[in-house]
């Protein structure tokens, strides 16, 4: 089965500071990628995906990650975080032929103003 | 436009109750998925149903879980003889197609006594 990594789970930083969450996974065949983001006392939203083409996708809020394909990974980046960027942030993996999303298990990440 | 509605938000029972909880997905998305998630466990995929097709159980975790998708739309996932180690948020998900961005509800809180 696949897996899915992310590590520094709790990550504190202050505002226009840049921000970068690695997630690795363990699948050797085509996957669709994406990040979702959990907000304080919301439901969980996409971020943003990767599905095939330019591995350097654009999300929402000036967020962005690369597909690597050799490295296994799918890191996010965000150049300067504001305040209200402070949510959980999750990397998932659907693997082809296999539609459940795999979770990694989050990076808190809180941003101080 | 409406998203994935779950009911109840908040459910507190028993040891030992049946509980059933909601999904109503997005009008028109095929794919309906529940997952789970709770503190240590992260988010992990229960069910996935597609169309009319038969749904992929393999990532229940006993025989006393168990889901049903009426008419192509809602769903009850089950939980018989509950346990305290059932207590999470479980969440609902839905995607126009199988592999296609999901959007979650809300979840339901479950907590067992």
């Known amino acids: 089965a696949q897996s899915v990594s992310q590590h520094n789970h709790h990550v504190i930083l202050s505002e226009a500071a840049s921000l970068e969450l690695g997630c690795n996974y363990s699948?050797?065949?085509?996957?669709?990628l994406f990040w979702y983001v959990q907000y304080p006392g919301q439901h969980l939203q996409l971020l943003l995906k990767y599905f095939s083409g330019d591995p350097l996708v654009k999300g929402i809020k000036g967020f962005e990650a690369e597909f690597i394909k050799s490295k296994f990974s799918f890191n996010l980046r965000k150049p300067s975080v504001q305040w209200s960027d402070t949510a959980e942030y999750f990397c998932a993996v659907i693997t082809y032929g296999n539609n459940r999303l795999a979770f990694g298990k989050g990076n808190q990440v809180v941003v101080i103003p | 436009g409406a998203g994935v509605s779950q009911s109840p938000s908040n459910k507190v029972t028993e040891k030992g109750k049946d509980v059933e909880l909601r999904c109503d997905p997005i009008?028109?998305?095929?794919?309906l998925y529940w997952y789970r998630q709770s503190l240590g466990q992260g988010l992990e995929f229960l069910i996935y149903?597609?169309?009319?097709?038969?749904?992929?159980k393999s990532g229940l975790p006993s025989d006393r879980f168990s889901a049903e998708r009426t008419g192509g739309s809602v769903s009850t996932l089950t939980i018989q003889r509950t346990q305290q180690e059932d207590s999470a948020v479980y969440l609902c998900?839905?995607?126009?197609?199988?592999?296609?961005?999901?959007?979650f509800g809300d979840g339901t809180r479950l907590s067992i006594l």
């Open positions: 009008s028109g998305h095929t794919a």
């Open positions: 149903f597609q169309g009319n097709s038969a749904p992929d």
């Open positions: 998900a839905s995607s126009p197609e199988g592999n296609q961005p999901q959007h």
């Open positions: 699948y050797g065949g085509t996957v669709n």
